[in-house]
């Protein structure tokens, strides 16, 4: 009975966390450039008993571990909204942000200028050009941005837009909710990478994949809490019987 609660503990947990996962994503359906996350889980085999004596061998236990989350980084759906600060990338690469912590990188183009004339996130980042920061005088207008990046005003051009890739996607970690920080170190995006200006990218969760994941994660949460239930239910009436001595 002890086994059955413990594989079932171990499996609840698991769940737990993939309920975690599904609700973020969830929550994130209309965050630009969010990317979805993913769970991946693995069989662990407790080893057999060290007394290996016993009439019939113990059979291994197998528990559900969880390994590792993952992000899908997917192209989401490219919205026009016609804003001059809203950019929208098509092809693989991140936009570069200035934080405190260093470089991070995003795919949510939603800027806007801020009041020193800088060109920043919505969180008030700075997003950077191939030679740092973006900034605007109060009288320059006509901002445009082509597909190359290249930044133009009424006082010409002011630099362009720096788009980062990454070689190896898997060493890219989440720093918020659309900024990732990298282990590695990014190479210039190429020519088959555009920037569009007036659009933003949207998140790529799927909402209808992920409701019915959520009902489904949801169903077999409550299966082995009940299944824990019966464990626990047939145990206490082990022991009233076991106690019940007879007069």
Partial sequence: MENAALVGLSRQIALRRELDVIANNVA???TSGFK???MVFNEYLMPTARADTFPRPDRRLSFVEDRATW??????AVQTTGGETDLALAGDGFFVIETPGGERYTRNGAFQINAAGELVTSEGRRVL??????????TETGLTIGKDGMIATSEGVRGRIRVARFEDMAGLEKDGTSLFRASGTPVEAGPATRVLQGAVEKSNVKPVLEMSRLVEVSRSYSSIASLLDKQDELRRSAIERLADVPA
């Fill in 28 to 30: 994130n359906m209309n």
């Fill in 71 to 76: 992000h899908d980084f997917s192209e989401g």
């Fill in 36 to 38: 979805a996350e993913e």
């Fill in 129 to 138: 050009s191939t030679s740092g920061p973006i900034q605007f005088a109060p």
